[in-house]
């Protein structure tokens, strides 16, 4: 039986490799293998560096999800109605992207290297088949938005506020249910601990997770009301807020409960599941309400 079914694996992967061969995906399968040498060095050294890190650990999982978008947007390009290309405009986006990547990896900055893929697809995808079916691939190619890691200067600025909101609001509600917890800029005191609100905790780049999250959430539902996509859209940053604090919550009950080894150990990565978790409780909640009060202000229909 298991014989059976790696030959029936086998025979699945020689038929994806003989279609990739064909002579009208050849062109397509040169591009890949371009594109992979240009970004796969790019993606070892995220991997090393700037990804192994609690701030922008999502970042992995943001690449397999705009992998993944682009792959299943494949479909919609092959069914949307043929246009021509446009090499005019196509290879000013290609020569940006590639110019932008070369001097991002020669001056070591992440933000030009990485973000050039953008514009460098969608020369691509223009030179070899037409703005009709980059219009297709417009939501893929935004999300990519979410891969490009943000200045420090940018991400200091910002980052600080939002920690300290965090904070205020987590020290009240604890404070609101009878817990002995004050507040010190972003350290909260409770009990015999102290606990410091870190960037990963409640920084921009959870933000920036929190947001691709809502916006991968509202492409795949494909609401028909553009009142609900909008209202949607809008209430992702205070969801993001919200789930940040819960995340902050749960941290320190679980460090004044357990310990400071519970809440700096396996509870802590398990704290940062409860958040994603949490953010999408959240949106689909809402998502409900803005549904329901769509319906109940509608006009009823004359008998």
């Not at 070892?44 to 650990?57: A, F």
């Not at 005019?88 to 986006?93: D, G, K, N, T, Y």
């Not at 200091?156 to 404070?175: C, F, R």
């Amino acid at each position: 039986m298991a014989v059976r079914g790696g030959a029936t694996w086998s025979s699945d992967l020689a038929a994806v490799a003989r279609s990739l061969w064909l002579p009208g995906n050849r062109p397509w399968l040169l591009l890949g293998v371009g594109v992979l040498g240009m970004y796969v060095p790019t993606v070892v050294g995220l991997l090393r560096t700037v990804w192994s890190s609690d701030e922008q650990g999502h970042g992995p999982i943001v690449l397999a999800i705009a992998v993944w978008l682009i792959w299943r947007a494949r479909a919609l390009v092959n069914e949307t109605s043929s246009s021509a290309p446009a090499p005019l405009f196509a290879w000013p986006l290609i020569l940006f992207g590639a110019l932008t990547h070369a001097i991002g990896g020669a001056m070591d900055v992440l933000m030009l290297e990485v973000g050039s893929v953008i514009p460098l697809l969608a020369g691509l995808v223009l030179l070899m088949r037409g703005p009709k079916q980059l219009a297709a691939m417009w939501f893929p190619l935004l999300f990519m938005v979410f891969l490009v890691p943000l200045p420090g200067v940018v991400v200091d600025a910002l980052t600080q506020p939002m920690k300290l909101g965090v904070s205020v609001v987590a020290e009240h509600v604890l404070y609101w249910f009878g817990y002995p917890i004050s507040r010190s800029g972003v350290i909260l005191q409770i009990g015999p601990y102290q606990l410091l609100v870190a960037d990963a905790c409640a920084g921009l780049h959870t933000l920036f997770t929190l947001e691709a999250l809502g916006l991968l959430y509202l492409n795949l539902v494909r609401h028909s009301s553009t009142l609900r996509n909008v209202v949607l859209a809008i209430l992702i940053v205070p969801i993001s807020f919200t789930a940040n604090v819960i995340r902050v919550i749960i941290l320190t009950l679980i460090t004044y409960h357990f310990g400071d080894a519970a809440g700096q150990g396996f509870l802590h990565g398990f704290a940062g599941m409860v958040l994603f978790l949490a953010a999408l409780v959240l949106i689909i909640s809402l998502d409900s309400l803005i549904r329901v009060s769509l319906v109940r202000g509608q006009p009823s229909k004359p008998a």
